[in-house]
């Protein structure tokens, strides 16, 4: 392989990813120092996420848990309900009316993670989930 033959394979679908960024930055010029700050700070949000890994698997493991035992409502609940009543109205209120940094608040929205996993604890060891789906 010649050295640069490599990434064509990249370069075409980065190209057009990345050509939106680059109209964005075409149309609204004013947001250009405030999209490379964000930029600059991509490393903490890598870290800020993988801090944040064990506990989404977690809590994924057990939502199949709790879906194989015949109860699918509950994970709908722990998903999209938590999502709307808890997560979005926080980072909607930390965005809108708090001054703290965007690192800050990626670090409290994805820490919002932690109450799920002890929700699905507390769920799974209550075996509340568990169905019988043979009659018998």
Same mark, same amino acid.
């Given at each position: 392989?010649?050295?640069?033959?490599?990434?064509?394979?990249?370069?075409? !679908? =980065?190209?057009?990813?990345?050509?939106?960024?680059?109209?964005?930055?075409?149309?609204?010029?004013?947001?250009? !120092?405030?999209?490379?700050?964000?930029?600059?700070?991509?490393?903490?949000?890598?870290?800020?996420?993988?801090?944040?890994?064990?506990?989404? =698997?977690?809590?994924?493991?057990?939502?199949?848990?709790?879906?194989?035992?015949?109860?699918?409502?509950?994970?709908?609940?722990?998903?999209?309900?938590?999502?709307?009543?808890? &997560?979005? !109205?926080?980072?909607? *209120?930390?965005? *809108?009316?708090?001054?703290?940094?965007?690192?800050?608040?990626?670090?409290?929205?994805?820490?919002?993670?932690?109450?799920?996993?002890?929700?699905?604890?507390?769920?799974?060891?209550?075996?509340?989930?568990?169905?019988?789906? &043979?009659?018998?």
């Amino acid at each position: 392989i010649q050295r640069g033959e490599r990434n064509k394979d990249f370069c075409g !679908p =980065a190209f057009f990813i990345g050509f939106d960024g680059f109209t964005d930055f075409l149309a609204f010029p004013e947001d250009v !120092p405030r999209a490379r700050r964000i930029v600059r700070n991509k490393p903490v949000f890598i870290l800020i996420a993988a801090a944040n890994m064990p506990f989404c =698997a977690y809590t994924h493991a057990s939502y199949f848990i709790i879906r194989s035992g015949g109860n699918a409502l509950i994970t709908v609940l722990f998903d999209s309900v938590f999502t709307w009543v808890i &997560v979005v !109205p926080l980072a909607a *209120y930390m965005s *809108y009316f708090t001054d703290i940094s965007i690192i800050l608040m990626v670090a409290i929205i994805r820490a919002t993670e932690i109450i799920k996993c002890l929700i699905a604890f507390a769920f799974v060891r209550s075996g509340v989930w568990v169905r019988n789906i &043979v009659n018998k």
